[in-house]
């Protein structure tokens, strides 16, 4: 009753009423990445849970995938379709580009470090700004694997790839793997082991390979230091948010408040 006699004040008077704050324009997250990103074994839907209803979160994050496997397979076209056939719905576009697990040798679809992965990540950037979009780079999540006390990150170098292609194509960064990587060690393997997809069992046999998800040996198990349960999702996913509010203040307003 206040609120309408002061506005009928105002307007008697001549004065204008302060407009109601516009809501901000709806935009678009597309998450581009291997497993530790991927629906039910990364961080990527905890992540989009994050965004306001503002926002359109697409996570095609995919198992097993590197940086040429995602492409050879045609799993980037869709993301090209989307940026040129909807570019008008959305007041920005943000990709989001994470890889390195399966670009290490030995995996079925590695990629040269040299020359093979960082091109690949650059050449993500400059297809998406090519079409409107905003690129964003992603260092690797760490795999939370300890030699003793201190974590051992295997994905150092795929990590420095990937900050030198952002550099190089003054693409937003994220630098999942360092703070990963800090966050991990600070809680030690005991702790770190509770992100999980499960918990270990003392039954089950230490993996040969600590990104596979069945140790080997007669029992199968779902634990391994790679992949997200609940709990690492959320706390991933919560990070990734924190650092996409820092590094493109703009989408800050379209992240809920903690």
Not at 23 to 48: E, F, K
Not at 89 to 114: E, I, M
Not at 173 to 196: K, P
Request: net charge positive; glycine share 8%; proline share 9%.
């Amino acid at each position: 009753m206040l609120r309408s006699l002061s506005l009928l004040a105002a307007f008697a008077l001549g004065i204008p009423a302060a407009a109601a704050p516009a809501s901000p324009p709806p935009i678009r997250v597309i998450l581009v990445g291997d497993s530790t990103m991927a629906p039910q074994n990364g961080y990527g839907d905890a992540l989009c849970a994050r965004f306001t209803s503002q926002v359109s979160c697409v996570n095609l994050g995919a198992n097993g995938r590197s940086s040429s496997s995602f492409r050879a397979e045609g799993r980037w076209d869709e993301v090209l379709r989307m940026l040129r056939e909807d570019a008008g719905k959305f007041g920005a576009t943000y990709v989001l580009v994470q890889f390195g697990h399966n670009d290490q040798p030995g995996k079925r679809s590695a990629t040269d470090l040299v020359t093979g992965f960082p091109a690949n990540m650059a050449r993500y950037a400059q297809e998406t700004r090519a079409l409107g979009g905003t690129p964003v780079l992603v260092t690797p999540l760490t795999r939370r694997t300890f030699q003793g006390p201190n974590l051992h990150d295997t994905l150092g170098p795929w990590a420095q790839a990937t900050r030198q292609a952002a550099a190089q194509e003054h693409a937003i960064l994220l630098d999942l793997n360092a703070d990963s990587a800090a966050a991990v060690q600070r809680m030690g393997q005991a702790e770190a082991d509770t992100l999980a997809m499960e918990p270990p069992r003392k039954a089950d046999p230490v993996p040969l390979d600590p990104n596979q998800v069945e140790p080997v040996g007669k029992t199968k198990s779902r634990f391994d230091w790679t992949h997200l349960g609940p709990k690492g999702a959320d706390v991933f996913g919560a990070m990734v948010a924190r650092e996409l509010a820092r590094a493109a203040p703009a989408i800050a307003p379209y992240l809920k408040t903690p």
